[in-house]
């Protein structure tokens, strides 16, 4: 298994409509959780950070975190087509003694007009 | 404020040809990494350096060294380039000393390709 998974997609939504995007980690003592979007051929940005059980909203963006299940997700309300790009969620694992960073392989989405 | 930045944008190596590829950020961050990303691959962390003075291998280290010049710069060297390592590469930093759990801010990526 993975340690951090995500569908690779394409994901395609109708413009106006909710994007719904999905990560699973393996680690149970994961405490934080990062969605990066990233535009072709620019680097990744934080688009938003998670750390507790539950939702947080930012925007058209709310990122839901169920460490239970250990999934982590981003929905995106009212989509834009300038929404369209890859999305890369980030978890912390815990690997060889320390904390590290790990990236899920991104879903692309495209949002069509 | 740059925040992270790289150079070269751009490079075009041959088979067993060396290089250094720098990265500098300007945000008094503890923590700095090189990532590198290949399609369906996500980010696979190379090296990473806690805080000035130490660095540690990740996920992809061989291939490549890594040197922390001060708290700014960190720097990565292909020694004798592989196509393997035909790829874009990003440095990144974070506040946090310990690395892994804070915000990383990354660097706008060199893309490398090796014939």
């Known amino acids: 298994q993975k340690e951090v998974e995500q569908n690779s997609g394409p994901l395609s939504v109708p413009e106006g409509a909710i994007a719904s995007l999905n990560c699973t980690y393996s680690?149970?003592?994961?405490?934080?959780f990062f969605w990066y979007r990233q535009y072709s051929g620019k680097s990744p940005e934080l688009i938003m950070s998670i750390y507790s059980n539950g939702d947080k909203e930012d925007g058209r963006f709310t990122a839901q975190l169920n460490k239970a299940s250990q999934y982590v997700s981003l929905l995106i309300r009212d989509s834009q087509p300038s929404d369209s790009a890859t999305y890369l969620c980030a978890v912390n694992i815990l690997i060889q003694g320390a904390q590290k960073l790990v990236f899920g392989q991104g879903t692309r989405l495209t949002i069509n007009p | 404020n740059a925040g992270v930045t790289q150079t070269p944008k751009f490079q075009v190596l041959k088979t067993g040809q060396s290089m250094t590829l720098q990265c500098a950020q300007d945000m008094n961050h503890n923590s700095m990494y090189w990532y590198r990303q290949d399609p369906g691959m996500g980010l696979r962390l190379i090296y990473y350096?806690?805080?000035?003075?130490?660095?540690d291998k990740g996920e992809v280290p061989n291939g490549y060294n890594v040197s922390r010049l001060n708290k700014r710069e960190f720097s990565l060297r292909l020694e004798s380039a592989a196509p393997s390592q035909t790829s874009v590469y990003f440095c990144?930093?974070?506040?946090?000393?310990?690395?892994?759990?804070?915000?990383?801010?990354f660097g706008p990526g060199t893309r490398l390709t090796v014939t």
């Open positions: 680690d149970r003592g994961s405490q934080s």
């Open positions: 350096s806690a805080s000035e003075g130490t660095t």
């Open positions: 990144a930093s974070s506040e946090a000393v310990g690395g892994g759990i804070e915000t990383q801010y």
